[in-house]
């Protein structure tokens, strides 16, 4: 009798802790994990798209989790699953399906452009290529955050 009982306590136990852990998939290109959360707070580790985080808890728009053995806060956005309106980019009602933005987190090499271009001809890659290109390192943000008395929350 008193093994049936701690059998169902430490079942109850170990189901408890699968229900308390989460998982998040990423769903864009790259991100980071960062020690705290906000923004412009420091890079502990990046993270790429499909990776698979513990979520330990949620703080607003943010995630706390642990990838790897590190652990540290992931904004929403890069690990929930959303539907976009394309009527203020392309002039029409027309909404992105699952398929196209997963697409477009994993970037548009030469054959998938090619195979889009024929199926979307409407399609503009040139603002698509130039807002991929641009790039700003930490130091940069961090001295325009310093010169311009911004809060990085």
Partial sequence: MTRAIITGVILLQLTGVALAADTARVIVKENAIREQCRFFSPVKTKIRLNDRLTVTAKSGDWYKVTFKGVSGCVHKSAVEQKSFKLGSIMGSGKTASQDEVSLAG?????QVEAS????HPEADFHTVDTIEGFKVSGDS???FLRNGGLNAQ
């Avoid at 889009?116 to 199926?119: D, N, P, V």
């Fill in 116 to 119: 889009y271009k024929g199926s």
């Fill in 141 to 143: 943000l961090d001295e």
């Fill in 106 to 110: 994993k970037g548009f090499n030469p």
